[in-house]
């Protein structure tokens, strides 16, 4: 089965600074992987997917990620954090099931905090 | 847009209880969804569907059942509500589009608290 370790629960960073959140996948074929973002009170909202085409993938809000074969990563950067980046961030890998069925393995997710 | 709209924002109900938690897309998705998010634990897939009258087992079935009579709708059904089960719960949807895909589209969530 795939998954997803997310190797820290809680980032603080400083408006205007960068924004690094770390993801290593474990897969044993070629996953599509996701990050996903969480507001207070509101639903979950895809940031950016990797479906093995450019290892440099690009979402929304000025965030990308870079798929790392060799470390098994799928980093969530950003170069200049703003206040309404404050947000859960979730790493995702897709799981094939037995049944052929495709699912999404979610990591335990990310809290970024950001401070004026 | 894709919604996906949740009956309820916040639920409040009493140990032993029957739950039914509601779901509806707007946009023919094939698949659906339902996960519960915990704190540090992430979000974990109770069931999902296929299609219409298709359902699975997802990876934390047990006390849980669910419903799809409609493409569009999509109920979680708690048979006998209990406290661990207080908990946020996600809905989602999915196209049956090309296999790189996977998005899922989510719902608000709906806090249901068990006491």
């Known amino acids: 089965a795939q998954s997803v370790t997310q190797l820290d629960s809680h980032v603080s960073v400083s408006e205007g600074t960068p924004v690094l959140l770390r993801c290593n996948y474990s897969s044993s074929y070629s996953p599509s992987l996701f990050w996903y973002v969480q507001h207070p009170n509101k639903g979950l909202q895809l940031l950016l997917k990797y479906t093995s085409a450019a290892t440099l993938v690009k979402g929304i809000n000025g965030f990308e990620a870079e798929f790392k074969k060799s470390e098994t990563s799928f980093h969530l950067t950003k170069p200049s954090a703003h206040m309404s980046d404050a947000a859960e961030y979730f790493c995702v890998v897709s799981d094939l099931m037995n049944t052929g069925f495709q699912k999404l393995v979610f990591g335990t997710g990310t809290r970024l905090l950001v401070s004026p | 847009d894709v919604k996906v709209t949740q009956s309820s924002r916040y639920l409040v109900k009493r140990t032993g209880e029957k739950v039914f938690l509601e779901c509806v897309q707007d946009?023919?998705?094939?698949?659906m969804f339902w996960y519960r998010q915990d704190p540090g634990l992430g979000l974990r897939l109770i069931y999902f569907?296929?299609?219409?009258?298709?359902?699975e087992k997802g990876d934390i079935p047990e006390g849980y059942s669910v419903s799809r009579e409609k493409k569009e709708r999509f109920s979680l059904i708690l048979e006998s509500a209990s406290t661990n089960q207080t908990s946020m719960y996600l809905c989602?949807?999915?196209?049956?589009?090309?296999?790189?895909?996977?998005?899922?589209?989510f719902g608000p969530g709906t806090r249901l608290t068990v006491t």
């Open positions: 989602a949807s999915r196209i049956l589009a090309g296999a790189s895909s996977y998005e899922q589209y």
């Open positions: 569907s296929y299609d219409v009258k298709m359902k």
């Open positions: 946009m023919d998705h094939e698949n």
